[in-house]
């Protein structure tokens, strides 16, 4: 079966450029959510194997979101990603959790690299 993605960006553009590069190489698109508080409503709902997690987002940031979501479920896989390839932020990413960090503008085959280390 088809491993389940949950992806939560901001952009739409960002979250079909994703969505693109993961249901051609096999995955199942979960779900997506536009900022941080929708993805962990929809992660608790769909309980995907991984969640593509953008940082900087409104109402509730990825860093947020990725508590919330590891509090909910300590088996959750997130990875996040950023445009902002500031230290600090992959640092405190990380010790939340996070299970991979990806820098953006997205190359393919990085995203595709992260998701298969994390969920096979």
């Given amino acids: 079966m088809a491993k389940s993605i949950l992806v939560s960006d901001d952009a739409a553009f960002m979250r079909m450029m994703i969505k693109d590069i993961l249901s051609k190489n096999g995955y199942n698109i979960a779900g997506e959510a536009e900022n941080g508080a929708i993805a962990v409503e929809k992660y608790k709902e769909l309980k995907p194997d991984l969640v593509l997690m ?5 109402e509730m940031d990825g860093i947020q979101a990725l508590k919330n979501i590891k509090a909910a479920d300590p088996n959750a896989n997130v990875i996040m990603c950023s445009a902002m390839g500031q230290q600090a932020m ?3 990413a990380i010790q939340a959790g996070a299970r991979d960090f990806i820098v953006k503008p997205f190359q393919a085959d990085r995203v595709l690299e992260a998701v298969k280390k994390v969920i096979g």
Wanted: proline share 12%.
């Fill in 54 to 58: 953008d940082i900087t987002m409104p």
């Fill in 90 to 92: 992959v640092i405190e």
